[in-house]
């Protein structure tokens, strides 16, 4: 009886365990089920992904052939209307100092010295006062007021119309210059000039060099402060130690960029500079830009296919030396970034 009782309750953990058994199968090829449903799905909507990858993937490409094809383009295009000037006075057309329509001698050579001049000049005086900038904002006040108002200043002078710069140059700045010019003893004191736009330019460049100056500050690695903090290093050993040799690159960027946007600057130079065609004699002399030369003498280059050439002539060297100019400045950053 005992062991009838024993082999009763043996039988009764034996079906237990099959039916447990057979409900964890149920379950499992439940989950396989679904699970299979759901990698179907997913199967299903793959190949619509893949499609839509590859058609954004192709706009991509689409986009970065189109924005090449329009450089070319308007490369083409100034060197296509600037043949005739080219065919007709050749390479001197780099080197000749005069301007003479009515004799049809034309010469870049002042425009472009005038050119080069008040770029550098203007980036010169901005570099301080960007990197300053720069760092005040990236290092020693990242948020708060004094930060949101420093930040709304340089966004305000971003916006600003270039034409505006020009009246603030001619109203503002031409007297002073002209009373510098007196205590110095240039003649005549004008007050217009490469000096002027020269300051004109730096205050309307500084915005670009400070904000990628900004961001890049604030892009060094914490950890790289703190182990310079924890040997004993003091705020300034860190920031020219730490903080300005790893933004340098980008520091650099921001300044080639604000050199591009003062090369290419019109309408503020052009008020400013004085509009003489001649050869400056020093940086307190009246003269052009070939971006003013260009904005003075289209409207009246238009009776005068040759002189109309020459003015595009003036066009086309400006892309190249502007080429040129950030070819130079990207490859100096890839050393900077290597070493």
Known sequence: MFFAQIQLSVMMELNLENSNNVALNANFKETENVMSDAKRKQFKKAPKSIVGERIFKSLLGLLSVLILLLVVGVLFTLLLHSLP????????????????????????????????????????????FSIGVAITLGEYFPNG???????????????????????????????????????????????????????????????????????MIKMTPSALKEAAYGLGATRWEVLKSVIL???????????????????????????????????????????????????????????????????VEIGFILFLVTFLINYIGKRIIKRFSNK
Do not use: C
């Open 85 to 128: 000037s080219i065919k007709a006075i050749g390479f001197k057309f780099l080197w000749t100092k005069t301007w003479d329509p009515p004799h049809s001698i034309y010469g870049t050579l002042p425009f472009l010295v005038g050119t080069l001049i008040t770029s550098f000049t203007a980036l010169l005086i901005s570099i301080p």
């Open 145 to 215: 007021p004094v930060s949101n108002f420093i930040k709304n200043a340089i966004d305000l002078i971003a916006a600003v119309p270039s034409v505006i710069f020009g009246f603030w140059g001619f109203l503002i700045l031409v007297p002073y210059v002209r009373e510098l010019e007196l205590k110095i003893g240039i003649t005549p004191p004008d007050g217009q000039g490469l000096f002027t736009a020269s300051l004109v330019l730096a205050v309307m460049i500084i915005p670009y060099a400070a904000s990628l100056g900004t961001t």
């Open 245 to 311: 040799p790893y933004s340098k690159s980008g520091i650099f960027a921001g300044i080639l960029l604000s050199l591009g946007r003062a090369i290419g600057e019109t309408m503020a130079v052009t008020l400013v500079v004085g509009s003489a065609i001649k050869m400056p004699s020093n940086i307190f002399s009246t003269g052009n830009t070939m971006s003013s030369m260009i904005a003075n003498q289209f409207s009246e280059a238009s009776s005068d296919p040759l002189q109309l050439s020459s003015v």
